[in-house]
């Protein structure tokens, strides 16, 4: 019997070994699957778990006064079955000193002295806590080891002074401010890599636990505040006439204008006390941000994002009276939660509002978007539904963005280009998405566009940190959307982001929910798009016309297998076009013959592969001699 048993396990382990050799797997995520933590069939494994915190935080800001002073009460969970002997910070805003790493210089405005620990205790007992330098991440040893399934009381006061130029945070000008990344937090303990120990050198994004929050910000009177989650005492911090405007843009379609720039600076809008506490919540988020201002005009309305239940989400603008397009933001943040909700991912927008900040990274955070101005509405529009489906990948799915930014930022490229075809047509769709995120790499030899998506982003930068997770990557997405077909290929999405919604899903979690939910072995297509060198460059070898049919021999040089039209000029003028899916080089990444059933005197083949640019066109195209 016991040689039976070993038997067994022995063809278990092949069975796993001979699987997970079809993809690349590095060690620490090898080790998570034997584990049972995460499993082939692309679900949480049995023995999944994550840990996670509740933050009570009270933050003090009186602008133009710069200091942002901080207290915080972390309760945090260990719910891993491994004992914790020591607990891991990260302290952001510490890239803003003038010795953190960080890759790309900044200018004086930017630097400040980082973040200081004023306090610290551990179960209400204080302990010393060492200045961290100019490092982004902190060491803390535990008096008491934590041990699974118990929890860790710790309170910090800390402050910081926000950087007079901002860029995803710092002042917006001298009485407006937009706090991000500012309260220290426990890093990300989990089943692949134990604790999260890499640098924020303000290249690439971040990987956060899902963790409740109760907010509170004390301003001056006359300030306003927006934050992640939702505002608990709007009647004790804005008057009777503002709330009830804030109230009734909860339940319309029409915009609401909650505070105009003559109402904000006439001192009209706030309860008249020397401060007012607002006071914030949210549940099972990964981040939290905020914006005060005592001159940002309030725009309001909402949108149903979920049909099946009448569910409305709140869509909030803050903003410069000067800006003309964000005079047109809380439509374009509607139009965004509509249209991703509907449409792809199809998920129903998961939170109850958004607010729209005009500012100048670009940049998103959990219901909160920080965006520059621009004279141009339909990229302004365009801006603002990029941030917001960052709401999906990565916030939703708890996705790894230091290491994996492509399974958010090349998610939300494809969504980008999808929703751009339902605003301005599929031609100047495909034209804009060709400029912006494919010529780049495409066009450019130079060995770093080359490298397998798959490569850890904490160890690149520039063109490869950037076209790896951008542009590469969402047309790897359109590319398998093309070779599944809309039904199947949102089926599998869907049944992907269903078993990881958060979580903290890898790579190959995603590869493998999808080859499950799809029925498909999908793992040639995802070494080819993935884990390969390749570029896209096809080329005609062969044509052979014929009365009734045209036979055409490709050859794929790059390696990518993409989409690619093949239309056929005839004789008489005409043309015609045949489309055809990545499955044409599914038998043979290398070649492929294509038999095409004509009616007419073939004149001319050529190949068009829209988004999907080939690096030289010069050998795409085939004449009749």
């Not at 860790?152 to 706090?179: C, P």
């Not at 994004?205 to 004390?218: A, K, R």
């Amino acid at each position: 019997m016991r040689k039976l048993i070993l038997f067994s396990c022995f063809m278990v382990g092949m069975a796993f070994a001979a699987q997970s050799q079809q993809l690349y797997m590095p060690r620490n995520i090898k080790q998570a699957y034997q584990k049972g933590t995460r499993s082939m069939d692309g679900k949480p494994g049995k023995k999944y778990w994550q840990n996670s915190a509740r933050y009570a935080i009270t933050i003090t800001a009186a602008p133009p006064n710069r200091t942002i002073r901080g207290t915080e009460e972390i309760t945090y969970v260990n719910n891993s079955p491994d004992t914790l002997r020591q607990l891991v910070f990260k302290l952001f805003l510490n890239s803003h000193q003038p010795g953190a790493i960080r890759q790309s210089a900044v200018s004086a405005n930017y630097l400040t002295s980082g973040i200081h620990i004023d306090k610290y205790a551990e179960n209400n007992t204080s302990k010393t806590w060492q200045d961290a330098g100019s490092s982004t991440v902190k060491r803390v040893g535990l008096t008491k080891p934590l041990l699974p399934r118990d929890s860790v009381k710790l309170s910090l006061d800390w402050h910081y002074d926000i950087s007079v130029e901002s860029n995803r945070e710092g002042a917006l000008d001298s009485t407006t401010f937009f706090l991000a990344y500012f309260y220290p937090r426990v890093a990300v303990y989990d089943d692949y890599n134990g604790w999260d120990r890499t640098d924020f050198t303000e290249a690439q994004e971040f990987y956060n636990d899902f963790n409740d929050y109760s907010l509170t910000v004390n301003v001056p009177k006359n300030y306003v505040v927006w934050a992640t989650g939702n505002l608990l005492n709007t009647d004790e911090v804005l008057q009777p006439t503002y709330a009830k405007r804030l109230n009734e843009s909860m339940r319309t379609d029409s915009v609401v204008h909650i505070a105009t720039l003559a109402e904000m600076t006439a001192g009209n809008v706030t309860k008249s006390q020397a401060v007012n506490s607002w006071k914030w919540s949210a549940s099972y988020v990964p981040d939290v941000a905020l914006c005060i201002s005592n001159h940002y005009v309030w725009d309001a309305s909402s949108v149903v994002v979920d049909k099946s239940t009448k569910r409305r989400a709140s869509v909030q603008a803050a903003f410069l009276d000067t800006a003309k397009d964000f005079h047109q933001m809380v439509d374009f943040g509607r139009h965004s939660l509509d249209w991703f909700s509907n449409n792809w991912p199809g998920i129903p927008y998961p939170y109850p509002k958004t607010t729209i900040v005009q500012g100048f990274a670009d940049m998103e955070y959990p219901m909160m978007v920080n965006d520059a101005t621009t004279d141009d509405l339909n990229f302004s529009r365009f801006v603002a539904e990029h941030e917001i489906a960052h709401t999906w990948f990565p916030f939703y799915m708890g996705i790894n963005e230091t290491r994996y930014g492509f399974m958010d930022e090349g998610w939300v490229t494809a969504l980008e280009y999808l929703i751009s075809q339902a605003d301005l047509g599929t031609e100047t769709a495909t034209r804009n998405f060709q400029q912006f995120r494919v010529a780049y790499w495409s066009k450019d030899p130079s060995a770093e566009q080359d490298l397998p998506i798959i490569t850890p982003a904490n160890i690149l930068s520039g063109a490869a940190l950037g076209n790896n997770e951008y542009g590469k990557a969402a047309i790897g997405y359109l590319a398998l959307k093309e070779l599944l077909g809309d039904a199947v290929f949102k089926k599998a999405l869907h049944d992907f982001m269903d078993r990881w919604h958060g979580k903290h899903p890898t790579p190959w979690d995603m590869f493998y929910s999808f080859n499950d939910a799809s029925g498909q072995d999908l793992n040639w297509f995802w070494n080819n798009w993935f884990f390969s060198n390749h570029y896209i460059d096809y080329s005609i070898r062969q044509v052979i016309p014929s009365a009734s049919k045209c036979t055409i021999s490709l050859e794929n040089i790059g390696g990518y297998v993409a989409p690619v039209d093949i239309v056929v000029t005839y004789t008489d003028g005409t043309t015609e076009t045949f489309h055809q899916t990545p499955n044409l080089w599914k038998a043979n990444q290398k070649q492929a013959t294509v038999n095409l059933t004509t009616k007419k005197k073939v004149q001319a083949v050529t190949l068009q592969g829209g988004i999907f640019m080939d690096a030289d066109p010069s050998n795409n195209s085939w004449k009749a001699k």
